[in-house]
Structure formats: structure tokens, C-alpha cells
């Protein structure tokens, strides 16, 4: 299985250089198991002369783009798409370093399945400089600045369920910095919405096209990026924001896509009482979960903790169980396979799954669905501390 990865850039060659060298360092099964689509959208600032001085030990093209009124981050991943040769369409932005797995944890996905969309999450650095010399001998973490924030998704599915797919709002957390999807799939919904031009909503807009094509989410927290600091607006991305929620709204006037509006007490900067993300998404998801009448209360769920020695029949016996009564796993183990194959049930009941939880996060979530948390390690909440 060959995997493209389309990253678009647009006059940010410092910061694109890391994100190039980062992936000399990915783990792959053969030296053409993956290649590297860099979308340029028009850069005037010697982006293509950065890139041809570069030592890259992959298969990289580089495709110019006029500027034009037309060009948009949709316009230049759709091109990137167009041009790719895998089978597995990867995307990750020129301002982020990635992590060597990042393929291979991609690639586990769609292993075997055709109708996945895998979606990483991405963290934050902390501002300062990258060791680009270092940076190209290995990916050792002090060759760029430490994490300062970590995906604020992450908060979510700690809090209410790592089952990507049993979210109500599960499309929302498409983003194009960290997704995956096979290239069929990804042309039959007409790849993203050149019509949204500024930031934020076409990915999230290409999402909820893919979830209501009948494609699986599925979170793979293995395959990372991380995201460089540059200057942003918070004034300028959230006109953007408004804009193309409108957008979004008038191809799609679903009740759970006007629902999004929930998202805009964190996104004003001048609203008073502003919430954090992580509020202001938990009120979004249970407004679409009551919508679907999917809220916890009056549920009873069924525990089934997945350790080392009842793994290997575990997958069977969580579609065995998830299909006669709502269950909650708890998986204590290392294996990666696990939480993907749990994803990609449809058992037609609420199926939660929770990965080596911070015992203080599953209390949580146990007094928000309404079942009993068993005792998980000490260790977690010790590693979460």
C-alpha cells in the first residue's frame, strides 16, 4: 500500500524546511512506501529554492500554482490529490514537524478496511527556533522547541470516548493538518469545496461529506504532528470562521451543522464569559446527541476491562457484547490494533472505549454516562499527573 502525503505551503518556507526534514526520519516497509505531493499555492519568497537545497531521502514532487483569485487551501489539496500516485491519501500542513510513525500508524488503518477516514491529532510547540541540522540526523525532541499545548480533541475523547465513530460530532474533528483516506473515496464526495477560500471549515466541511457517505472515523493517536508557532489573529480567523460557517450552513442546512453555531462562544475574542474550547464542544456534541435522542441518562452500560491475557479474543467479544447492550471498554493493554477494530463496529448500541485511562478522567466519565469505573492501575494517573 503506498501512501501520498499532500502538504500545501504558501510563502512559509522556515517554516516548511523542518516539516520537510522531519520526514527523512519516517518508519515505512520500503523505501517507495510513501511520496510527498508539496502543493506550492504561488510562494514569491524562495520557497522552491529552499526545497531544491534540501538532503531528502523520499520521493518528493513539487507542484507551482499560479496565484490566482481562485487559489485556496481547498484548490491546492484537490491539485495535490490530482496528481498523486498512492492509493492512501495522507494530508499534514507545511507548518508542522511529524512524527516517524506517522505513515505507518496511517497506513495500520486502512489496512484492512476501505471505507476509513483516520484522523491524528496534532500538538503544540512551544515558540523558539528549530535545529534543522539536528533535525536532519534524527528526530530527537531537542531539536525543536518542547509542547506547550496538546490537541484540544484530545480533551474530548478523554473525557467522553476515544470511539471516534460513536461520537455525534465525530466529522467536526476532520482536520487537514492530520487525516488520512483512500483516494477513491475521497473523489466519489468531490474532495474538498473549492468555494471555501478563507480559513477554518474545509476540512470539517469534507468531513461531514465523507460521515454521510457511510465512511468510518477513526482516531489513530499514534500517528502525530506538531505544530510550529507563527503569529496568528484570533480577530482575522474568527471573520473567517463566521464567513465559511455560513457557508457550510447554506449546502448543508442540517440541524447538526447549524448546531456548530454552539462553537462560537469560543471562537468571538469579544465575547464576554468567552469558554474554553473543550466547554463549548462538550455543549455541541450533547446538543447533537439529544437531536439523535442519544443522551446517557437513564442508559445502563455494561463494563468489560480488555487486559494482556483476554486480548487476543477481545475484538470478538466486544462485537458480541456491543451488540446485545450499550458497553463501555476499558482497554488496559499496548496494543494498537485493538482501538481501531473497536472503532469500526456498528453494533447499533452506545459502544464507549477508553485506552489506559487517568482513573480521575474515567470517574468523570463514569459519573457523566451513568456506569460503574473499575479500578484501572495507579500508574495512568501517575504517568497523566
Avoid at 15 to 36: K, R
Avoid at 264 to 282: M, V
Wanted: proline share 6%; with cysteine.
Amino acid at each position: 500500500m503506498k501512501v501520498s502525503l499532500v502538504i500545501p505551503t504558501y510563502n512559509s518556507k522556515e517554516l516548511l524546511a523542518p516539516c520537510l526534514v522531519s520526514l527523512n526520519h519516517q518508519i515505512v516497509a520500503a523505501p517507495d512506501a510513501f511520496e510527498v505531493v508539496l502543493v506550492d499555492d504561488g510562494s514569491t519568497d524562495g520557497t522552491g529554492e529552499m526545497v531544491d537545497a534540501l538532503s531528502l531521502t523520499y520521493p518528493l514532487r513539487r507542484l507551482y500554482l499560479p496565484r490566482t483569485e481562485r487559489s485556496c487551501r481547498s484548490a491546492a489539496r484537490n491539485a495535490g490529490v490530482e496528481a498523486a500516485d498512492g492509493e492512501v491519501i495522507a494530508f499534514a500542513d507545511g507548518d508542522q514537524i511529524i512524527d516517524p510513525l506517522f505513515v505507518q500508524e496511517h497506513v495500520r488503518c486502512h489496512r484492512d478496511r476501505t471505507d476509513v477516514v483516520a484522523i491524528g491529532f496534532r500538538d503544540y510547540l512551544a515558540p523558539g527556533p528549530v535545529d534543522l541540522g539536528l533535525l536532519g540526523k534524527e528526530f530527537a525532541p531537542e531539536a525543536f522547541p518542547p509542547v506547550a499545548e496538546a490537541d484540544e480533541r484530545a480533551e474530548v475523547t478523554r473525557a467522553l470516548s476515544e470511539n471516534l465513530a460513536g461520537l455525534a460530532t465525530g466529522w467536526h474533528f476532520l482536520y487537514g493538518c492530520n487525516v488520512s483516506v483512500r483516494k477513491e473515496r475521497l473523489l466519489a464526495v468531490g474532495g474538498f469545496d473549492e468555494n471555501i477560500k478563507r480559513w477554518s471549515f474545509e476540512d470539517v466541511e469534507l468531513g461531514y461529506r465523507l460521515h454521510r457517505a457511510g465512511l468510518v472515523l477513526v482516531h489513530t493517536p499514534y500517528a502525530r504532528v506538531y505544530h510550529q508557532a507563527h503569529p496568528e489573529s484570533d480577530r482575522e480567523r474568527y471573520a473567517d470562521w463566521r464567513e465559511n460557517f455560513a457557508y457550510f450552513v447554506d449546502r448543508h442546512p442540517g440541524t447538526e451543522v447549524r448546531l456548530q453555531w454552539i462553537l462560537d462562544d469560543y471562537f468571538d475574542p469579544d465575547r464576554e464569559n468567552r469558554l474554553s474550547w473543550f466547554d463549548a464542544y462538550l455543549r455541541f456534541e450533547f446538543a447533537c446527541r439529544a437531536l439523535e435522542g442519544r443522551l446517557p441518562l437513564g442508559r445502563r452500560y455494561e463494563v468489560l476491562v480488555v487486559d494482556g491475557t483476554g486480548l487476543p479474543g477481545a475484538a470478538a467479544e466486544v462485537a458480541r457484547r456491543g451488540a446485545l447492550t450499550d458497553l463501555v471498554v476499558i482497554d488496559t493493554t499496548d496494543d494498537r490494533d485493538l482501538p481501531l477494530t473497536v472503532q469500526g463496529l456498528r453494533t447499533g448500541r452506545e459502544l464507549l472505549y477508553f485506552k489506559r485511562p487517568d482513573p480521575r478522567v474515567l470517574r468523570k466519565a463514569a459519573d457523566a454516562f451513568g456506569f460503574t469505573a473499575p479500578e484501572v492501575p495507579a500508574a495512568y494517573e501517575e504517568a497523566a499527573a
